[in-house]
T-cell receptor, first 114, second 110 residues
Framework: ETGVTQSPTHLIKTRGQQVTLRCSSQ?????VSWYQQALGQGPQFIFQ???????GRGNFPPRFSGLQFPNYSSELNVNALELDDSALYLC?????????????FGPGTRLTVT | GEDVEQSLFLSVREGDSSVINCTYT??????LYWYKQEPGAGLQLLTY?????DMKQDQRLTVLLNKKDKHLSLRIADTQTGDSAIYFCAEGGGSYIPTFGRGTSLIVHP
């Protein structure tokens, strides 16, 4: 059974650019959630995808968007990057939309915006 | 104020017990969680407790929940240097999406 993987590990972008982060969910999991963890803070929920549909969204602007594919892997896209978008982006997978208590997190992608 | 609050730092001696405390505000929370994050790593779910329980024990870990006071604690018995990490308390309401605290940095010294 493979765990949650994320790519890339680190990324440096310039303000105003666009970025795509990727996540492969744990085998058999059909739900993916994305979180932003700023330095010294706890993770903040961005959105969740269940069977390719957005299934809940946190307090993030529309320039944060996502996709989930038929194999349940997922992408997080951020447009018009701002300095405050610098953070660790975490992906978590679970089985079923109501089972976030059994979420398994990936190692994260560290995004730096200069 | 924040939905989930934790003290930021805790320092203990190896072999002692560690107690990490957390308070939350959402009275409809269904699940309360403890996660561990080691440097440069993602979050690892340590344990969780349903809101209708007041205690859960799992090897060296004991979770206590006082629902009336909205207080959650994590006790780590016989703390080891490998337990040094940031511990996050989180609460999940009806949506099951957890709301995290800022984390407690546990430092274990010999």
């Amino acid at each position: 059974e493979t765990g949650v993987t994320q790519s890339p590990t680190h990324l440096i972008k310039t303000r105003g650019q666009q970025v795509t982060l990727r996540c492969s969910s744990q085998s058999g999991h059909n739900t993916v959630s994305w979180y932003q963890q700023a330095l010294g803070q706890g993770p903040q929920f961005i959105f969740q995808y269940y069977r390719e549909e957005e299934n809940g969204r946190g307090n993030f602007p529309p320039r944060f968007s996502g996709l989930q594919f038929p194999n349940y892997s997922s992408e997080l896209n951020v447009n018009a990057l701002e300095l405050d978008d610098s953070a660790l982006y975490l992906c978590a997978s679970s089985l079923g939309q109501g089972s976030s208590y059994e979420q398994y997190f990936g190692p994260g992608t560290r995004l730096t915006v200069t | 104020g924040e939905d989930v609050e934790q003290s930021l730092f805790l320092s203990v001696r190896e072999g002692d017990s560690s107690v990490i405390n957390c308070t939350y505000t959402d009275s409809s929370s269904t699940y309360l969680y403890w996660y561990k994050q080691e440097p440069g790593a993602g979050l690892q779910l340590l344990t969780y407790i349903f809101s209708n329980m007041d205690m859960k024990q799992d090897q060296r870990l004991t979770v206590l929940l006082n629902k009336k006071d909205k207080h959650l604690s994590l006790r780590i018995a016989d703390t080891q240097t490998g337990d040094s990490a940031i511990y996050f308390c989180a609460e999940g309401g009806g949506s099951y999406i957890p709301t995290f605290g800022r984390g407690t940095s546990l430092i274990v010294h010999p």
